[in-house]
């Protein structure tokens, strides 16, 4: 089973920017799709970017579309989450998720293992 450790998250102004990294327990991790998720207080945690396995595909929620980049290196076991231009909207607790069907998953069903999240608050 592999774990996921979230980092990164902080207080940023709007405008600015903060990177996400989330570290995987298991040398396995290049067998797993790769997404991130958040979820705001009262609202259903929501897709944000999604990674294939040796990250040639990606894929992103509207929202963050232009924004944001997922990204992942394979020989740290690592996955990332580059936010620009950040909104106060984007305010949530970030979670990074593992598919191991290898998938570009939009929902949270489609991923089997998940980080304990981090947290973004953007000021406005």
């Known amino acids: 089973q592999v774990q996921l450790v979230e980092s990164g998250g902080g207080l940023v102004q709007a405008g600015g920017s903060l990177r996400l990294s989330c570290a995987a327990s298991e040398r396995t991790f290049s067998y797993y799709g790769m997404g991130w998720f958040r979820q705001a207080p009262g609202k259903e945690r929501e897709f944000v970017a999604a990674?294939?396995?040796?990250?040639?595909?990606?894929y992103y929620a509207d929202s963050v579309k232009g924004r944001f980049t997922i990204s992942r290196d394979n020989a740290k076991n690592t996955v990332y989450l580059q936010m620009n231009s950040l909104k106060p909207e984007d305010t949530a607790v970030y979670y990074c998720a593992a598919d191991p069907n290898g998938g570009l998953g939009l929902f949270p069903v489609n991923y089997a293992y998940w980080g304990q999240g981090t947290q973004v608050t953007v000021s406005s």
């Open positions: 990674i294939s396995r040796r990250g040639s595909s990606t």
